[in-house]
């Protein structure tokens, strides 16, 4: 059973960047599509990013495209580069992956989460 772990969140102000990571352990995850879930407070969790297990297909999110990046560093390894932040991306986020038949990055599911890492954007 693969366990993640996320890794990098913090406080930023608003417009400011941060990078957040999401290492797997216990096995290769090779096969395996991986994404960004968040959930902010009061709100249901919501689909950010995802990426193909070859890292070259991407899907995000509308309220986040063009400002995230979603990156594949290694078969077990990815992180979400977020940038001009604002308060609305207060959050939760969850690293979560999936076995993938092919080579196609989703939005639904994902069966193994993250504890996840808050992310905090003041004004």
């Known amino acids: 059973q693969e366990r993640l772990a996320e890794s990098g969140g913090g406080l930023v102000q608003t417009g400011g960047s941060m990078s957040i990571s999401c290492s797997a352990s216990?096995?290769?995850?090779?096969?395996?599509?991986m994404a960004w879930f968040r959930q902010a407070p009061g709100k249901e969790r919501e689909f950010v990013a995802s990426?193909?297990?070859?890292?070259?297909?991407k899907t995000y999110a509308d309220a986040v495209r063009g400002r995230f990046d979603i990156t594949r560093e290694d078969a077990n390894t990815m992180s979400l580069q977020m940038n001009n932040l604002k308060t609305e991306d207060t959050a939760v986020y969850y690293c979560?992956?999936?076995?993938?038949?092919?080579?196609?990055?989703?939005?639904?599911?994902?069966?193994?989460w993250g504890q996840g890492t808050q992310v905090t954007v003041s004004s």
């Open positions: 979560a992956v999936k076995i993938a038949s092919w080579d196609s990055a989703g939005r639904d599911g994902y069966t193994t």
């Open positions: 216990q096995g290769r995850i090779n096969n395996y599509a």
């Open positions: 990426v193909s297990r070859s890292g070259r297909r």
